[in-house]
């Protein structure tokens, strides 16, 4: 778990850059069950003599239900809510990961996600090119992977590795190299899925105050969690979500008594 005392509380910060979140009844959808003509799977059964699937009834989980939600500069964001809820869902939709099934998402400023955060990596390329890849998938430019590189790689501390297929790494060195890329490309908003552990335990000390420094520095603030300690640290304002519909908006205290009051 995170040490908060040193975070800035959202009164006290001042971001110096532009950016906002704006999501206009979202409704996000996913199919289940058999798959539709038209889509890859089909296509290649098609192609073994296999008929494609014309007439089957398509069920739906609808994941985000109506959802809107304005979060300005200089705000820290809580959601809390059971498992299953929707939180991490949300986070990733306003990250792009999910397309939506209807509404609209408006985001001003470079994202950083800590989620996921090994996925995407090249495995027989090298800890060195996986940096330069994933700072491109991030929006980075090449002179600032290229500004970056000696911090990531000396942060993440994995010796003459860095220049080794990623496929040769323990799961380790792995989490290791994936946690310094996506906290050294920073970018104006942070979305933060549960405060995770990487590594031993004097890489975790490590991590933890690498991931104060980016909550201080953020222009917005999103952070799922279950820790509600932290969260009524960091944040002033708190969602609480449940099956996918936004149950209760408004000031940490009121929102988070209200939520372990009818848990």
């Not at 940096?131 to 590189?149: H, N, Q, S, V």
């Not at 991931?211 to 201080?216: A, P, Q, R």
């Not at 917005?220 to 009524?232: F, K, P, S």
């Amino acid at each position: 778990m995170l040490n908060s005392k040193n975070f800035l509380r959202a009164e006290e910060y001042r971001s110096p850059r532009g950016c906002r979140i704006q999501l206009n009844n979202i409704v996000l959808r996913y199919p289940v069950g058999p798959l539709l003509k038209g889509s890859i799977k089909s296509a290649f059964f098609t192609l073994l003599g296999h008929k494609p699937l014309d007439n089957i009834q398509r069920e739906y989980v609808t994941a985000l239900d109506g959802f809107s939600l304005t979060i300005n500069r200089g705000e820290r964001l809580g959601i809390i809510g059971r498992n299953g809820a929707g939180k991490s869902t949300l986070l990733q939709t306003i990250a792009g990961v999910y397309p939506i099934s209807s509404g609209a998402i408006s985001v001003e400023g470079k994202i950083q996600g800590l989620f996921n955060i090994g996925l995407g990596f090249e495995q027989d390329s090298t800890g060195r090119e996986n940096i330069f890849y994933r700072g491109l998938a991030m929006g980075c430019g090449p002179d600032e992977i290229k500004e970056r590189m000696h911090d990531i790689i000396e942060f993440a501390d994995i010796g003459e590795f860095i220049d080794l297929p990623v496929r040769t790494y323990s799961s380790g060195m792995y989490v290791r190299l994936a946690f310094a890329i996506s906290t050294y490309l920073q970018g104006d908003i942070l979305l933060i899925d549960e405060v995770f552990g990487a590594g031993d335990a004097q890489f975790q000390k490590k991590a933890s105050a690498r991931i104060l420094d980016l909550v201080n520095a953020a222009g917005i603030v999103v952070m799922v969690g279950h820790d509600m300690h932290t969260l009524q640290t960091v944040c002033s304002r708190v969602l609480w979500i449940e099956r996918g519909k936004l149950r209760a908006d408004g000031p940490k205290d009121e929102v988070i008594k209200a939520y372990l009051a009818a848990c």
